[in-house]
């Protein structure tokens, strides 16, 4: 069984930073490519950042270019998202993703796996 379990959100001062982690289980990780991913209530789930299997290719939303940044380490099954510089506008539930074909998107249909969600909070 596939689990992704997101941890690290919280509530932030504008202009602070906050270190997001996803551990994954039940798959191979290194053959997956990672996400992450944001939503807003009465949002669509909003693209933030991807890598690929093996941490060679990230792909940033523009929202988030220069302040985020996601990588992956492979020995422990995770994936992180550093987030620098934050604003009230990045207050969303951040959602892990693996998706088995390996190369990144910033498509959500196209992800197989799904964590939870960690509530961020960026208070002006």
């Known amino acids: 069984q596939v689990q992704l379990v997101e941890s690290g959100g919280g509530l932030v001062q504008a202009g602070g930073s906050l270190r997001l982690s996803c551990v994954a289980s039940g798959l191979t990780f290194s053959s997956y490519a990672m996400a992450w991913f944001r939503q807003t209530p009465g949002k669509e789930r909003e693209f933030v950042a991807a890598?690929?299997?093996?941490?060679?290719?990230?792909y940033r939303a523009d929202s988030v270019k220069g302040r985020f940044t996601i990588s992956r380490d492979n020995a422990k099954n995770t994936v992180y998202l550093q987030m620098n510089s934050l604003k009230p506008e990045d207050t969303a539930v951040y959602y892990c993703?693996?998706?088995?074909?390996?190369?990144?998107?910033?498509?959500?249909?196209?992800?197989?796996?799904w964590g939870q969600g960690t509530q961020v909070t960026v208070s002006s």
């Open positions: 890598i690929s299997r093996f941490g060679g290719t990230t």
């Open positions: 993703a693996a998706r088995v074909a390996g190369t990144t998107t910033a498509s959500a249909s196209e992800y197989d796996y």
